[in-house]
Each structure stands twice: as C-alpha cells, then as structure tokens.
C-alpha cells in the first residue's frame, strides 16, 4: 500500500461521538486525500490537503473537518458522528496534483451506531 | 455534470477465460483516464493510466482501450484467474486543475471461478 498506514482499522462508535482517523505516509508526496467508499457509490471525496496546514473542501465535505500539521500526517475528524457516516474511509496520497495517479491506503472501517 | 458510468456492475467467469468491463464517461473537458483494482478488504491499485491520444495500453493480462470520440474505455482481461477477483474501477481526470479532478465509477465487481 505504498507506504501508507491508516489508523484505526477498524472502528465501532456510537452516534454524537466525535472520531478522529489518521493516516500516515512515508512517501513524502504532496498531496493527500480522504475518500469515502460505500455501496452503489463511486469513492467520493471528503477533503485533500495540498501541503502543510493548506487543506480544501471534496463534494461531500459536510460534517467532516482535517488538519495537516505535517507532511506525513493527515487526519480526519468526525465532529459528531452520524449513522449516515457509516462507510468505509480511504486515504490516498499523489506527487504532484489531483489528476496524478492516487496510491491508496489499507482502509478504515467504521460503524456508527 | 461529469458522470462515470461502468458496465456490468458484477461479473462470473471461470478461470482461464476472457472477459471484458466497460466505461462511459461525460466528463469534460477529459485528460487521461484511469483503470484501478480493488482487492477486497483492501485500497484501489493503479492497473493502468490512458491519455487522449492513446487508444491501446496493455498491462500483463490487462487490456485497457480508449475511444475518445464516443467517450467509452474497456478492460479486457486475457486469461483470467482466481487473483483477478476484485473490483475495477474506472476514473477519468478533466484537463482543469479545479477543486474536483477526479471523477470515479461504482466499479465493476469480478468474481473468478475454479
């Protein structure tokens, strides 16, 4: 998974928690990503970061919230977790751009009850 | 809107033969297009990228084709085997650097039997 690790992979919570995923890369690229990939839908985006503290909203942005301190680290915050939020979440990194080609995470999994 | 559409959305075969996935996209202004397979349980792997004016790229047992004119991209897979069970999907990138690049198909799930 190209130098990528994604933490927790697996996660239970209930409904108003908040919940935190991180994913960590080794390979120094620029950009990073958080997808969403449920059933029936295409991976949909939630945020990027194109470099350190330099974030921006995906087409499904709406109760997530992400900080870049650093290169290597890009997180993921569900404010108050929602049972809609049920799915299974994706980090991928690029070099360059958006349009390069994306190296993918493991996944985390997480239920929302 | 930029749409991605893949066909069928499961697939059976058997090992050891053919198949061939499909992809039809609207997005514009199109800059390269992306074929990806997803192992279950695990994140999209990059199987092959095709610009506009490339028709014909090959990866092993993995032939992508593009037709730029009609909008349509296929995976054809030569001799098929039980690791060749996953999902593809297909992503096509417009020319513009905008907020949205990417847009992704529901993928093709492809189960290879004994």
């Known amino acids: 998974d190209a130098g990528i690790t994604q933490s927790p992979r697996h996660k239970v919570t209930e409904t108003g928690t908040p919940v935190t995923l991180r994913c960590h890369q080794t390979?120094?690229?620029?950009?990073m990503y958080w997808y969403r990939q449920d059933p029936g839908h295409g991976l949909r985006l939630i945020h990027y970061s194109y470099g350190v503290k330099d974030t921006d909203k995906g087409e499904v942005s709406d109760g997530y919230s992400v900080s870049r301190s650093k290169t290597e680290d890009f997180l993921l915050t569900l404010e108050s977790a929602t049972s809609s939020q049920t799915s299974v979440y994706f980090c991928a990194i690029s070099e360059t751009g958006e349009w390069e080609t994306q190296y993918f995470g493991p996944g985390t999994r997480l239920l929302v009850l | 809107k930029n749409q991605v559409e893949q066909s069928p959305q499961s697939l059976i075969i058997l090992e050891g033969k053919n198949c061939t996935l499909q992809c039809n996209y609207t997005v514009s202004p199109f800059s390269n297009l992306r074929w990806y397979k997803q192992d279950t349980g695990r994140g999209p792997v990059s199987l092959t990228i095709m610009t506009f004016s490339e028709n014909t790229k090959s990866n092993g047992r993995y032939t992508a084709t593009l037709d730029a004119d009609t909008k349509q991209s296929s995976l054809h897979i030569t001799a098929s085997q039980l690791s060749d069970s996953a999902s593809y999907i297909c992503?096509?990138?417009?020319?513009?650097?905008?907020?949205?690049?990417?847009?992704f198909g529901s993928g093709t799930r492809l189960q290879v039997q004994p």
């Open positions: 390979e120094n690229h620029r950009y």
């Open positions: 992503v096509v990138s417009v020319r513009d650097t905008g907020r949205r690049a990417l847009t």
